[in-house]
């Protein structure tokens, strides 16, 4: 793939604070890729008050999983607007074997193809301490860490000079070993259903974030 290729669709695959939406974003800038979160729509979801939303509320906040007909849904319509022709990375999704599944009908129907799924192999023991650490810029959505990632001036977003920050209400550690459990028993069966398409590729992202990037760049065929 190169910047100017238009269709390079890739699944970003990992715990969560594995780094999917952080490496996503670096993604979305280096390659003009669209930024597909079924975390971030689920959270406008829940913000507008839609019917989808408010049955996601208060499985989102004890950590579960969503249905996979009101993702797959989400998807189905965020899917239909055109700037995804310049190439997605589905961040958070899929999550279950059926998700996967309801995917690759979707793409078909809609002459897509699936390119690189990335898997993003961490330390389980780490990602409580990323993501009881995470917030992000309220104005811009730019992910930033307590300790691994600050802003360069205290209180001022790189990327847009906004100084209001947000932290998720199911950041807490709590619902991160919710999250994790569900990660594990859901999502990790994932990693056997892409490796036996052949379209699997391993990256180590425990490593610095502008390391994973490097891998990630490599995965896509672009180091
Ligand atoms: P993280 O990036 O920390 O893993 P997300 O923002 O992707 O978190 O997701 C937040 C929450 O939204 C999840 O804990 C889950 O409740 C819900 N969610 C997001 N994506 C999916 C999905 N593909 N299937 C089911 N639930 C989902
Ligand atoms: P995910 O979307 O997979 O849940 P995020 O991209 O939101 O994960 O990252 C979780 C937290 O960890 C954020 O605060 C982010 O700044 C930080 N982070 C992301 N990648 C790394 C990394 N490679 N090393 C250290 N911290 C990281
Ligand atoms: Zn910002």
Redesign the pocket.
């Known amino acids: 793939m190169s910047a100017t290729d238009t269709a390079t669709n890739v699944i970003l695959l990992g715990?969560?604070?594995?780094g999917?939406?952080t490496q996503a974003r670096i993604l979305m800038d280096k390659f003009g890729l669209v930024q597909l979160?079924?975390?971030?729509l689920?959270?406008g979801a829940v913000a507008a008050g839609t019917d989808a939303g408010k049955a996601?509320k208060a499985?989102?906040e004890a950590?579960?999983?969503?249905?996979?007909d009101?993702?797959i849904a989400i998807?189905n319509d965020r899917l239909d607007e055109p700037d995804v022709a310049s190439g997605v990375i589905f961040?958070?999704?899929?999550?279950?074997v059926a998700?996967a599944g309801a995917l690759d009908k979707l793409l078909t129907d809609k002459g897509m193809s699936l390119d690189v799924v990335i898997s993003m192999e961490v330390d389980d023991a780490a990602m409580v301490e990323r993501?009881s650490g995470r917030y992000t810029c309220a104005k811009c959505g730019e992910g930033y860490h307590d300790t691994h990632k600050k802003p360069a001036k205290e209180g001022v977003c790189d990327s847009c000079g906004g100084t209001e920050f947000k932290r998720?209400a199911?950041?807490n550690a709590e619902?991160v070993a919710e999250?994790l459990k569900?990660?594990h028993a859901e999502t990790a069966p994932l990693i056997a259903y892409y490796s036996d398409s052949g379209k699997l590729k391993a990256i180590d992202a425990m490593a610095d974030i502008n390391l994973v990037s490097q891998s990630m760049a490599d995965a896509l065929g672009n180091g």
Do not use: E
């Not at 715990?15 to 594995?18: I, S």
């Not at 950590?63 to 996979?68: C, E, F, Q």
């Not at 961040?91 to 279950?96: A, S, V």
């Open positions: 715990p969560p604070g594995a999917k939406g979160s079924t975390g971030d689920l959270r996601a499985v989102m950590g579960g999983l969503v249905s996979d009101i993702v998807v961040d958070g999704f899929p999550r279950t998700q993501i998720r199911d950041d619902t999250r569900a990660y």
